[in-house]
């Protein structure tokens, strides 16, 4: 079984969302890791910069927020990194 982990970082990042969109982050990272569990590949991955650098990590999107992530098949874990507002795209 998956276990999901919230970095310290995430944690102060979380700390400026709404109580509803900590609960539906969390909801769809615990989705994430039971997927895993079953053997699936879920989430996408998207170019958000983490510490400044722009890097391809998986994501999922809950409201205008962005909640990056990384998986550690060793030892079974999801770790939130950060959490960002997203910016609206450019049409």
Known sequence: ??????????WNQLAHLSLETYRRIRDELDAVATALAEGLHPGRSETVKVAGHPVSAPSVVVD???????????SQRVLLLEVARRLPRDR
Do not use: N, R
């Not at 079984?1 to 995430?10: C, G, H, K, L, Q």
């Not at 205008?64 to 060793?74: F, L, M, Q, R, S």
């Open 64 to 74: 205008d927020a962005i909640a990056v992530y990384e998986v550690d098949h060793e």
């Open 1 to 10: 079984m998956y276990t999901v982990e919230i970095s310290p970082s995430a």
